[in-house]
Every structure is written in structure tokens, then in C-alpha cells.
Antibody
Framework: QVQLVQSGAEVRKSGASVKVSCKAS????????FHWVRQAPGQGLEWMGR????????NYAQQFQGRITMTRDTSINTVYMELRRLRSDDTAIYYC????????????WGQGTLVTVSS | EIVLTQSPGTLSLSPGERATLSCRAS???????LAWYQQKPGQAPRLLIH???SRATGIPDRFSGSGSGTDFTLTISRLEPEDFAVYYC??????????FGGGTKVEIK
């Protein structure tokens, strides 16, 4: 069955970087797109961007341009999201989700990774 | 970027009642690429509806979606205890700028 397992909670200081991983199983990794969505405490959902696991090409939401990078490692079926120059308002749960085609709702989600940014 | 506005912010209802949730888009949603998700505390969102009106696999038929263009609705015909949660709409037709609504909390009255 489709599974997305994310790395554990992280604590960072303001200005630092964080890299969250999402390991996929149960489907053909390179046949999918992977999205990252975050949710600040008590707030709604915010799409951050997506990566094509086959080509490695990524598209990012405008508000994250310049401080986000999404990568993948096809040898271990894992995608990564790195966010740099962290601020306190980056404190959130970060989710990965996967889709088979570019234009698709998100059928499958990871369990989420809490990133806490302290000053 | 398409802005999605959900209303009401909170809906207070009793089990067995009907829930009607609204999602309004700032511009027309391409090909009705509009989805609805349910989220419970401590859990990832779960897909309920895609293409504005198609139920996702395993979703009970008390959940239904309707609408087109800029106005969409999620209806829960008879609320079960497990339906009390937060619901989000999402447009996924603008492939470089996917957006979510702010959410509607359905709480027990």
C-alpha cells in the first residue's frame, strides 16, 4: 500500500536551515510528483511547491522562492524539502503528499513533521 | 493566484443534522479542479471530493460536492459523530499556484 514516512521533529534557531525527508513505498517512485504543504499552529494549509520525482524538476510557490529547495534520491525513494533562513513564522507542521499526475488532488499524505523555529 | 474563501468559519450543529459548507474562488477554477479535505486534530488531511463533485475512494455517500466556476459547496447530509472536524477546499487547476481555503470547523452544538 502507498506509504509516505517523514523524518522526525526538528528544532532550529532563527536564520538556520532545515531539511525534511519523505520516504515513499508501495508505488513507482519515479512515476509520481511530490508536494509539500505546511500548517502553522492552529492555522490553515499552505502549498509550498512540488517536485517531479522522475526529472527532479521543481516548482515553488512564489512566497518561498529563493529560500526553498526540493530534491529527490531515486536510489532510496525519498524526497527532501530544505527551507533556509528560517523565521519564527516558519514554525509549522510540514506534510509531503504525492500525486500521479501534475493536475491532481492529494490522495496520499505523510504523517507530518513539526519544525519549531526559536529566536 | 486564486484566493479561496470558505464560509462560515465555524458551523455548530448536532449529529444527524445537515451541514452546508461554502467555498468561493476569486476567479474561475479551471475545469472545476476543486477538492475538499477533512482534517481531524493531529492527523493529515484526508481527500473527500475531487473534480468538485466526485467522491474519493471509500468516502461515504453522505458527503457530496457541487458547484462550478467560482462557487462550490460541500454538503454532509446527516452528520455522524466522526464528521466533526475541519474542512478545507483546494483548487489544483492552477498548477503553479495551488491554493487552499482557510477552512470551516464543524463543531458539535
Amino acid at each position: 500500500q502507498v506509504q509516505l514516512v517523514q523524518s522526525g521533529a526538528e528544532v532550529r534557531k532563527s536564520g538556520a536551515s532545515v531539511k525534511v525527508s519523505c520516504k515513499a513505498s508501495g508505488f513507482t517512485f519515479t512515476g509520481n510528483f511530490f508536494h509539500w504543504v505546511r500548517q502553522a499552529p492552529g492555522q490553515g494549509l499552505e502549498w509550498m511547491g512540488r517536485i517531479n520525482a522522475n526529472s527532479g524538476g521543481a516548482n515553488y510557490a512564489q512566497q518561498f522562492q529563493g529560500r526553498i529547495t526540493m530534491t529527490r534520491d531515486t536510489s532510496i525513494n525519498t524526497v527532501y524539502m530544505e527551507l533556509r533562513r528560517l523565521r519564527s513564522d516558519d514554525t509549522a507542521i510540514y506534510y509531503c503528499a504525492t500525486t500521479v499526475v501534475v493536475v491532481s488532488p492529494f490522495d496520499y499524505w505523510g504523517q507530518g513533521t513539526l519544525v519549531t523555529v526559536s529566536s | 493566484e486564486i484566493v479561496l474563501t470558505q464560509s462560515p468559519g465555524t458551523l455548530s450543529l448536532s449529529p444527524g443534522e445537515r451541514a452546508t459548507l461554502s467555498c468561493r474562488a476569486s476567479q474561475s477554477v479551471s475545469s472545476n479542479y476543486l477538492a475538499w479535505y477533512q482534517q481531524k486534530p493531529g492527523q493529515a488531511p484526508r481527500l473527500l471530493i475531487h473534480g468538485a463533485s466526485s467522491r474519493a475512494t471509500g468516502i461515504p455517500d453522505r458527503f457530496s460536492g457541487s458547484g462550478s466556476g467560482t462557487d462550490f459547496t460541500l454538503t454532509i447530509s446527516r452528520l455522524e459523530p466522526e464528521d466533526f472536524a475541519v474542512y478545507y477546499c483546494q483548487q489544483y487547476g492552477s498548477s503553479l499556484a495551488l491554493t487552499f481555503g482557510g477552512g470551516t470547523k464543524v463543531e458539535i452544538k
